[in-house]
């Protein structure tokens, strides 16, 4: 008896575990910072994903949410340096997709980008917004 007991528990002791392995991460992928572009496009390596973008593969990436000023203005170039400084080439991020909609028209993944820092996180397009060099855009 007590060993049908054991044996019918076991599953439900085991499935927080299947759980986390799945899914216990917000986040979609990780990818490298190969190079930035501007204010609000990353060229990046995806190192891991749940499937979708597939690794190993180099994309463009666009913050989703924020529209950065362009780098013909003055707060553009600050921008894309405070990017820059935040997302070196080699910089590990971490992704969460767009919901509904994995890509813009010109082909870029649209992704809200969380950097590690610490025992916490920097989400960039809001840090993009706190300093006033990105205005909030709905993609």
């Given at each position: 008896m007590r060993r049908l007991l054991v044996l019918g528990l076991l599953p439900l002791l085991l499935l927080p575990l299947a759980l986390r392995g799945r899914g216990g991460t917000p986040f979609h992928f990780s990818a490298e910072v190969v190079k930035v572009i501007d204010g609000d496009t990353l060229e990046v390596r995806i190192l891991e994903s749940r499937g979708w973008p597939a690794p190993g593969r180099v994309e463009k990436l666009?913050?989703?949410?924020?529209?950065?000023?362009?780098?013909?203005?003055?707060?553009?170039?600050?921008?894309?340096?405070?990017?820059?400084?935040?997302?070196?080439?080699?910089?590990?991020?971490?992704?969460?997709?767009?919901?509904?909609?994995?890509?813009?028209?010109y082909g870029r993944i649209l992704a809200r980008v969380y950097l590690r820092r610490g025992k916490g996180w920097v989400d960039l397009g809001e840090e993009l917004l706190e300093r006033k060099l990105a205005r909030r855009w709905e993609d």
């Open positions: 666009r913050l989703a949410g924020v529209d950065a000023f362009e780098l013909s203005e003055a707060r553009g170039v600050l921008a894309r340096a405070l990017v820059d400084s935040l997302c070196p080439p080699g910089e590990r991020i971490y992704g969460r997709l767009k919901p509904g909609r994995a890509r813009d028209p």
